[in-house]
């Protein structure tokens, strides 16, 4: 980031994508900013049902701003109270979103949980107040620009001062959700030359939970997206066909390479007819980072197949990325071969890496956050 250039929408989304993840269930969202002349946008968290924080920028400086906003209205831009972050505008996007996540909890203390009330905040105290229901939400506030008391929040008074503590570090995540029942689905690829063989998908919990509608099927390579299921009107659209990348079949994928799992792995039926490649240069969704022969003499069986990818994945994660899973907001899952296509010879094991939410070009070799 440039100390010229304001951020662009990409690398908008980006912190968002960032925030959002170290604050576990949060409402982080780009709106259009209020704050300068060049209105690209600003980082929206959501701290109550009517309190809400801003990530903007001078041109010069990041910092952060407080309002209330309700069915009476926003309180203006000029009368919300600043809070300088002290990066500047320049500063990698991860340096940035820890300056912002620290200062999302001084303002959570400094409103009280009666206002900071949104569901991330609960893991900041033992006894959470209720969500309030939709009616509060549309219900007008007494007064919306000035409800708090000059000494009870930084919407009405002086920003929180910087000294106050930052909560507990994130908790330690659990060990991939891969080998759950449920959770690895096999499924046929149509490979190159019209042979048939299987490969086994596995899944994140994450992946399962922000699957998209029910009514997928498989999509063949090069066949037409609307086969796929849904609406047999609605071809929808081929990202591989706008960047002018054509599907593959998953077996020749290789390190370094960028792809998207096929449509109907998307709904988790695990039946995909290959993978579209993408540009890492371009918006991609994932990163191909390590590919490694199961050395086993005969079949191992599918958990312990998945034991030794996971153990495999963890580390190569690592080495690829330059720090542990746990520690990372990047996530990895890998494709193993299913017992059919391990007996045709396929014992090879692909490790992928992503950002939940993010897109944005470029490799997540070194990426280091």
């Not at 100390?3 to 709106?31: D, K």
């Not at 820890?98 to 203390?109: G, M």
């Not at 900071?116 to 107040?129: E, G, I, K, M």
């Not at 659990?174 to 080998?179: H, I």
Request: glycine share 12%.
């Amino acid at each position: 980031m440039s100390t010229s250039i304001p951020p662009s929408p990409a690398e908008l989304e980006r912190l968002a994508g960032l925030i959002r993840h170290e604050l576990t269930g949060s409402e982080v969202v780009v709106v259009p900013s209020a704050y300068s002349a060049d209105p690209r946008g600003a980082v929206r968290v959501r701290l109550g049902h009517r309190a809400f924080l801003d990530l903007a920028d001078d041109g010069a400086a990041w910092f952060v701003a407080g309002l209330w906003s309700d069915q009476g209205g926003e309180t203006p831009p000029g009368e919300r109270r600043r809070e300088l972050l002290a990066v500047p505008l320049r500063a990698d996007a991860p340096v940035v979103a820890t300056a912002v996540v620290a200062s999302v909890w001084r303002w959570v203390e400094a409103i009280g949980p009666r206002e900071a009330d949104a569901p991330f905040t609960r893991s900041s105290r033992s006894a959470p107040p209720a969500i309030p229901g939709p009616a509060v939400f549309g219900a007008p506030a007494p007064a919306p620009y000035a409800t708090a008391a000059p000494a009870t929040g930084p919407f009405a008074s002086a920003a929180p001062a910087t000294t106050w503590s930052a909560p507990a570090a994130r908790p330690r995540r659990p060990r991939k959700g891969l080998l759950i029942g449920g959770l690895v689905a096999a499924g046929l690829l149509v490979l190159t030359g019209g042979t048939v063989a299987a490969v086994a998908v596995a899944h994140t919990a994450a992946e399962l939970a922000s699957a998209s509608s029910p009514g997928g099927g498989s999509v063949e390579a090069g066949g037409d997206p609307g086969d796929a299921g849904g609406d047999p009107d609605d071809t929808g659209s081929d990202p591989g066909a706008t960047g002018g990348v054509p599907d593959i079949s998953a077996f020749d994928l290789a390190v370094g390479d960028c792809f998207a799992l096929g449509e109907g792995d998307a709904t988790g039926s695990g039946e995909i007819d290959g993978v579209e490649l993408q540009s890492c240069n371009d918006q991609h969704d994932n990163e191909a980072y390590l590919v490694f022969d199961a050395t086993q003499a005969s079949w191992p069986g599918e958990r312990a197949l998945w034991d030794l990818a996971d153990e495999g994945c963890s580390t190569g994660f690592e080495a690829f990325v330059g720090i542990p899973w746990d520690e990372s907001v990047a996530d990895y899952a890998y494709l193993t071969p299913t017992e059919q296509s391990w007996s045709e010879g396929d014992h090879d094991v692909l490790c992928y890496a992503w950002i939940e939410g993010d897109t944005s070009p470029g490799t997540l070799e070194g990426y280091g956050y």
